[in-house]
């Protein structure tokens, strides 16, 4: 078998050069059909070809199979090879192959296969002509247009009574004083002796959207806070109500504002292609599913199905013997 691995092992065999003479196609990494049929070892009635030691080089990625370039390390990678062959075969011998939950990891991974080449087939973002890009930015001008956008700050308070004498002083406070009162009065504010950014940032909860707008949503902001920030006239500026949430009182500032404003076609351009490339592996996707119900009869035993019972997790035991009768 010597003769055999040498082959294999041959850095210009197993590199080399699709022939450019228009002759047949050629198999992994630029070999001829005839040369990639050539076996190379023998395990059991199993017979490894050339071609596919050669496919296992290709499906490396570049720099992995930089550790493959000389014999001796391409002895070791048919020796691989040959391991799990054995292990296969043994596998098989125990009847291993036949388990369900293997047939399941074997429908997945064909599944998967299957899916992947259907995607493969997609046509590449950037090929994706100019003309239906417009077309696509025409039809969707809603999803390129940014909301209105407010940047809120807020003091947090538990005593109602405090909390009024606390907006009342914000409402005078320059941003400065704003900093002092979070750092003296909120229940949410940095540790002692923390680092702290600008004192006009004191208190920041982050950027929000219009009230309802699921572009600018933030789980830091509740509603009542969303919609009192957007009451608020100019940057600097203080809710004139305390706004009670959650057991709370909140002194709201505006602390930032951004304009809306449509996104121009140049700017959306890629995410208009990659969504249009989403939608086209959807369709393909739905394609051969179809395909494949027409192709292959479906039938479903409704019946049947109503009788299946399931067994019970050990939480809905649990649960039954709490209601059990004692």
Same mark, same amino acid.
């Given at each position: 078998?010597?003769?055999?691995?040498?082959? %294999?092992?041959?850095?210009? #065999?197993?590199?080399?050069? +699709?022939?450019?003479?228009?002759?047949? /196609?050629?198999? @992994? =990494?630029?070999?001829?059909?005839?040369?990639?049929?050539?076996?190379?070892?023998?395990?059991?009635?199993?017979?490894?070809?050339?071609?596919?030691?050669?496919?296992?080089?290709?499906?490396?990625?570049?720099?992995?199979?930089?550790?493959?370039?000389?014999?001796?390390?391409?002895?070791?990678?048919?020796?691989?090879?040959?391991?799990?062959?054995?292990?296969?075969?043994?596998?098989?011998?125990?009847?291993?192959?036949?388990?369900?939950?293997?047939?399941?990891?074997?429908?997945?991974?064909?599944?998967?296969?299957?899916?992947?080449?259907?995607?493969?087939?997609?046509?590449?973002?950037?090929?994706?002509?100019?003309?239906?890009?417009?077309?696509?930015?025409?039809?969707?001008?809603?999803?390129?247009?940014?909301?209105?956008?407010?940047?809120? %700050?807020?003091?947090?308070? #538990?005593?109602?009574?405090? +909390?009024?004498?606390?907006?009342?002083? /914000?409402?005078? @406070? =320059?941003?400065?004083?704003?900093?002092?009162?979070?750092?003296?009065?909120?229940?949410?504010?940095?540790?002692?002796?923390?680092?702290?950014?600008?004192?006009?940032?004191a208190g920041d909860l982050g950027i929000v959207g219009p009230p309802g707008a699921a572009k600018g949503d933030n789980p830091r902001v509740p509603e009542p806070l969303r919609e009192a920030v957007f009451k608020i006239g100019a940057v600097g500026g203080i809710h004139a109500e305390l706004v009670a949430e959650g057991g709370k009182f909140h002194v709201v500032r505006m602390t930032g504002k951004t304009d809306a404003r449509d996104r121009t076609l140049a700017e959306a351009e890629r995410t208009i292609r990659v969504a249009i490339l989403q939608e086209r592996v959807r369709s393909a996707e739905a394609r051969i599913?179809?395909?494949?119900?027409?192709?292959?009869?479906?039938?479903?035993?409704?019946?049947?199905?109503?009788?299946?019972?399931?067994?019970?997790?050990?939480?809905?035991?649990?649960?039954?013997?709490?209601?059990?009768?004692?």
């Amino acid at each position: 078998m010597s003769g055999l691995v040498g082959l %294999a092992c041959n850095e210009k #065999a197993v590199d080399k050069p +699709a022939p450019a003479d228009g002759g047949a /196609a050629p198999a @992994a =990494s630029g070999l001829t059909p005839e040369l990639a049929q050539k076996p190379i070892a023998t395990v059991g009635d199993k017979v490894i070809t050339l071609g596919e030691f050669a496919a296992t080089i290709d499906r490396m990625d570049q720099f992995e199979r930089l550790r493959y370039q000389s014999v001796e390390r391409r002895r070791q990678l048919l020796d691989e090879i040959i391991k799990a062959e054995l292990l296969a075969l043994e596998a098989k011998r125990r009847g291993l192959d036949q388990k369900p939950e293997v047939k399941e990891r074997i429908r997945q991974i064909l599944r998967e296969d299957v899916m992947r080449q259907t995607r493969t087939e997609v046509t590449a973002p950037a090929d994706i002509p100019e003309s239906e890009v417009r077309a696509y930015y025409d039809s969707h001008r809603d999803e390129f247009r940014d909301p209105e956008r407010r940047r809120v %700050a807020h003091i947090v308070m #538990a005593d109602e009574a405090k +909390a009024k004498k606390v907006l009342e002083d /914000a409402k005078k @406070a =320059s941003p400065t004083d704003w900093g002092k009162l979070v750092r003296d009065h909120s229940l949410e504010k940095p540790p002692q002796g923390a680092a702290t950014g600008p004192a006009e940032l004191a208190g920041d909860l982050g950027i929000v959207g219009p009230p309802g707008a699921a572009k600018g949503d933030n789980p830091r902001v509740p509603e009542p806070l969303r919609e009192a920030v957007f009451k608020i006239g100019a940057v600097g500026g203080i809710h004139a109500e305390l706004v009670a949430e959650g057991g709370k009182f909140h002194v709201v500032r505006m602390t930032g504002k951004t304009d809306a404003r449509d996104r121009t076609l140049a700017e959306a351009e890629r995410t208009i292609r990659v969504a249009i490339l989403q939608e086209r592996v959807r369709s393909a996707e739905a394609r051969i599913e179809k395909d494949l119900r027409e192709r292959y009869p479906v039938k479903i035993d409704d019946k049947a199905l109503e009788k299946v019972e399931l067994p019970k997790s050990p939480l809905e035991k649990l649960d039954a013997g709490a209601r059990a009768p004692k």
